[in-house]
């Protein structure tokens, strides 16, 4: 059974960048997409962007000009970035594992979020 | 970007109820709708996959139906376990997008 860790720092200041990183155990990264998501508080699930162990990543546009999403094979880690964060950047940030089959994509094991909050 | 629509926002069942909750897109999006369930605190778990395939452990009661632009979930007996948030999110295009979610309470 796969299992994420988000770890990274719960409070940053504006204009910085928010940087966490997502530990992948009881698997390997190796052929499949991984996601970030991330939901504000008490509001609904944005998808940030994927990247397949071996590829491009994909981002949303409304954030892709400050997002990089990475992957560390030699850690099986999934790595994400975002620049020039301000206060609409505070949200819980969720790693997945997208399962691809034939007839969809879905996010099949997720991490248990980490708490972000953009403050000075 | 694809917009979902779910209703209600908000629904009120008893213990036992046959409860059916309703997503929407914005335009046709196949059978590449998914449906997760959350609960305080917690991240969301899948619960049916491509419209209409239940995940491996999610309890029968839970289903889906639906393709194009009108999909449902449908719990057939509610259960104390199932008072929760409901979300369906499209896999059809990036960038994927989520309904607003479903806050099912106990009546």
């Known amino acids: 059974q796969v299992q994420l860790q988000e770890s990274g720092p719960g409070l940053v200041k504006p204009s910085e960048t928010l940087s966490l990183t997502c530990d992948v155990s009881g698997g390997s990264i190796s052929n499949y997409y991984w996601t970030w998501i991330r939901q504000p508080p008490g509001k609904g699930l944005e998808w940030i962007g994927y990247?397949?162990?071996?590829?491009?990543?994909t981002y949303n546009p409304s954030l892709e000009s400050r997002v990089t999403i990475s992957i560390d094979m030699s850690k099986n880690q999934v790595s994400l970035k975002l620049s020039s964060v301000t206060g609409a950047d505070t949200a819980v940030y969720y790693c997945?594992?997208?399962?691809?089959?034939?007839?969809?994509?879905?996010?099949?094991?997720w991490g248990q979020g980490t708490l972000v909050t953009v403050s000075s | 970007d694809i917009q979902m629509t779910q209703s209600p926002s908000s629904l009120s069942a008893s213990v036992g109820d046959r409860v059916t909750i309703t997503c929407r897109a914005s335009q046709s999006i196949s059978t590449f709708l998914n449906w997760y369930q959350q609960k305080p605190g917690k991240a969301p778990k899948v619960l049916i996959y491509?419209?209409?395939s239940l995940q491996s452990g999610v309890p029968s009661r839970f289903s889906g139906s639906g393709s194009g632009t009108d999909f449902t979930l449908t719990i057939s007996s509610l259960q104390p376990e199932d008072f929760a948030t409901y979300f369906c999110q499209q896999s059809y295009t990036t960038p994927y997008t989520f309904g607003q979610g479903t806050n099912l309470e106990i009546k």
């Open positions: 990247m397949f162990y071996s590829g491009s990543p």
């Open positions: 491509g419209a209409s």
């Open positions: 997945a594992r997208v399962q691809a089959v034939a007839v969809d994509d879905y996010f099949d094991s």
